[in-house]
């Protein structure tokens, strides 16, 4: 049975997430790369960790030292975006 959890980038086109939560999440992952669960809306969760490095983008860029803040960013920003949302 396929994955029927929503993405973070479909919840927030529901504008049932916001762009300050996104951020904040973003945020949260600079801090702590190994933050894991993170509430990006009422009832939903997201695992952060898992976001960026099943994102083979993401976890390049990440992993690039020479990489910019602003490209480490828009990566997370990505992956989270694509990541699955789970029931909180």
């Known amino acids: 049975m396929a994955d029927r959890s929503p993405t ?3 919840l ?3 504008k049932a997430v916001t762009d300050e939560q ?3 999440a973003v945020d949260a992952y600079l801090a702590d790369p190994d933050a ?4 990006i809306a009422d009832g939903y ?3 952060l960790d898992a976001a960026v ?3 083979p983008w993401a976890a390049l860029v990440v992993a690039n030292e020479e990489a ?3 490209a480490s960013r ?3 920003r990505t992956a989270i975006l694509l990541a699955r949302a789970q029931s909180a």
């Not at 894991?36 to 509430?39: A, E």
């Open 36 to 39: 894991g669960i993170h509430p």
């Open 12 to 14: 927030f086109k529901a």
């Open 22 to 24: 996104v951020s904040a």
């Open 74 to 76: 828009n990566a997370i």
């Open 68 to 70: 910019s803040a602003a």
């Open 53 to 55: 490095v099943q994102h």
């Open 8 to 10: 973070v980038g479909e």
């Open 45 to 47: 969760v997201v695992d």
